[in-house]
Nanobody
Framework: QVQLVESGGGLVQPGGSLTLSCAAS????????MAWYRQAAGKQRELVAM???????NYADSVKGRFTISRDNAKNTVDLQMNNLKPEDTAVYYC??????????????WGKGTLVTVSS
């Protein structure tokens, strides 16, 4: 079994910072891209940031310059550093990773999510 567990959410004032962490565990053979998504109330889930390789990362336009995704391959973790947070960043944030448990398989796994609330 493979698990993704997020941590680091909470309440923060506008302009503040938070770091979200996600750890993958279980029967892992290899991990491909790792990403953070978010879903605000009444809205569809959207991609926030994706770490494809050490040189390739993608960000949603709304978070460019404020959020940074980083990954520790040795620990199977991915972090999301969020700076200058805005009320519109309020959402449940989900960790996503493409994980193979053998040479031939691979599928997307999701964490259960962590709530980030940006409010004064």
């Amino acid at each position: 079994q493979v698990q993704l567990v997020e941590s680091g959410g909470g309440l923060v004032q506008p302009g503040g910072s938070l770091t979200l962490s996600c750890a993958a565990s279980g029967n892992i053979f290899s991990i491909g891209p790792m990403a953070w998504y978010r879903q605000a109330a009444g809205k569809q889930r959207e991609l926030v940031a994706m770490h494809i390789s050490e040189r390739i990362t993608n960000y949603a336009d709304s978070v460019k310059g404020r959020f940074t995704i980083s990954r520790d391959n040795a620990k199977n973790t991915v972090d999301l550093q969020m700076n200058n947070l805005k009320p519109e960043d309020t959402a449940v944030y989900y960790c996503n990773a493409h994980i193979a448990t053998t040479w031939t398989d691979g599928m997307d796994y999701w964490g259960k999510g962590t709530l980030v609330t940006v409010s004064s």
